[in-house]
T-cell receptor
């Protein structure tokens, strides 16, 4: 299957600083990427949909000024957690999909995840 | 939005036993996937199965889209099968993948 690479896998940062997480599709072009957040023993919650060359679409309740998403190329999307607080500590996972021309969904592939700890 | 329900929420099996995990969804979907999340958090793609039946070794899956459910079968379970199994669906209105709450499986040696 296709490979999605996420970096870093683990990061610890101080409160008030910003952290950038990268998501790359290694062997296909991803017109659409997704960012999820997962708390311990819970499911994955969709945060935002990132479309190459346009603004991200955020889910209800997700602060777009806090979670900045950039999808500058067909193989790279970044999530920046700005002014991080301890409550932002979580597991963040990206997903990529190459949506066909007829706009039907295709199989989604996931990165390894990033465990963020804000101290 | 679309709702995805998985059952059972937790399952404990003796090694060698078989099991069936269920996923119900509330609306028509463009696609459906089953994942296994390992202890390190990595999501492993098991099946991409918007309809029909597929098999891969000891695992198989069936989706009946008209009745809005999917089943994941695990046969001759092994301790390495332990982890969380997620069902995720893509809604017809866009490109989102929505996850169920998962089934937490523990296989005892």
């Amino acid at each position: 299957g296709a490979v999605v690479s996420q970096h870093p896998s683990r990061v610890i940062c101080k409160s008030g600083t910003s952290v950038k997480i990268e998501c790359r599709s290694l062997d296909f072009q991803a017109t659409t990427m997704f960012w999820y957040r997962q708390f311990p023993k819970q499911s994955l919650m969709l945060m935002a949909t990132s479309n190459e060359g346009s603004k991200a679409t955020y889910e209800q309740g997700v602060e777009k000024d806090k979670f900045l998403i950039n999808h500058a190329s067909l193989t790279l999307s970044t999530l920046t957690v700005t002014s991080a607080h301890p409550e932002d500590s979580s597991f963040y996972i990206c997903s990529a999909r190459d949506v066909g021309w007829d706009r039907k969904n295709t199989e989604a592939f996931f990165g390894q995840g990033t465990r963020l700890t804000v101290v | 939005g679309i709702q995805v329900e998985q059952s059972p929420p937790d399952l404990i099996l003796q090694e060698g036993a078989n099991s069936t995990l269920r996923c119900n969804f509330s609306d028509s979907v463009n696609n459906l996937q089953w994942f296994h999340q390992n202890p390190w958090g990595q999501l492993i793609n098991l099946f991409y199965i918007p309809s029909g039946t597929k098999q891969n070794g000891r695992l198989s899956a069936t989706t009946v889209a008209t009745e809005r459910y999917s089943l994941l079968y695990i046969s001759s379970s092994q301790t390495t099968d332990s982890g969380v199994y997620f069902c995720a669906v893509g809604d017809t209105g866009g490109f989102k993948t929505i996850f169920g709450a998962g089934t937490r499986l523990f296989v005892k040696a």
